[in-house]
């Protein structure tokens, strides 16, 4: 069954085929407390970009039914593990800001296990980008955001309004960075969301408008 899928290493998005990934199942009950029948599927997929091929392995615990003379994994899934790499966040460029990629992968790995501090770390990133990326500094990150209203697309400014009129979102955006307030998972993970599509609508479409022109460029001088 092909599927599409975005590479945790190289970003690209590609499409997987039994070519690119396999997986199995170790199914078991042992007398366990539900005495259940239970399984492990463990899935591997090698990213085809050639210039990457890198390994991603994950986990789920679920239940196990047989039929048509096999043993299958049955949703729903009891848990999932991301393997390899152990987070979620996307690997991006050396010239996004070192302090940026930090707080963001910091708050990817911790999102499942502490929204609330999952949610601090994204406030601190996306404050960290208003300022390296827009030059805008006040006291509070509301304040910033405002700010940038008149700078940005409207697209973007819209992704940004809404995101922050989420739940405890907006009331994360207006405290002191200290202030650590409760967020649910979902909640979470949009902040999360958020800063990836920032990263790469500005620094790295930036970077690519950049490559661009020195290409132009050294081209029309070799025409000289
Ligand atoms: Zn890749």
Not at 15 to 22: K, L, M
Request: charge should be neutral; include cysteine; proline fraction near 4%.
């Amino acid at each position: 069954m092909a599927f599409n899928w975005i590479c945790p290493y190289c970003s690209h998005s590609s499409t997987i085929t039994e070519q690119n990934q396999s997986g199995s199942l170790h199914y078991f009950n042992h007398n366990n407390v539900e005495n259940q029948e239970l399984g492990v599927y463990v899935n591997t997929i090698v990213c085809p970009n050639n210039d990457c091929r890198q390994v991603t392995i994950s986990a789920k615990l679920g239940h196990t039914i047989y039929s048509s003379g096999r043993t299958k994994f049955s949703p729903p899934v009891i848990q999932s593990w991301r393997l390899k790499p152990s987070s979620s966040a996307l690997a991006f460029p050396d010239y996004v800001p070192l302090a940026v990629r930090q707080d963001y992968e910091e708050a990817c790995s911790i999102v499942g296990l502490s929204p609330k501090a999952s949610a601090t770390l994204s406030r601190r990133c996306l404050q960290g980008i208003i300022r390296d990326y827009w030059k805008i500094v006040k006291g509070r990150l509301v304040d910033e955001i405002e700010a940038l209203q008149e700078k940005i697309d409207p697209d973007t400014w819209d992704a940004i309004d809404a995101v922050r009129k989420i739940g405890n979102i907006g009331a994360h955006m207006e405290k002191d960075i200290n202030i650590i307030i409760e967020v649910d998972p979902e909640e979470a993970q949009l902040l999360i969301e958020l800063i990836e599509t920032l990263i790469k609508d500005w620094y790295v479409a930036r970077h690519k408008r950049q490559e661009h022109l020195v290409k132009i460029k050294a081209a029309a001088e070799s025409k000289k």
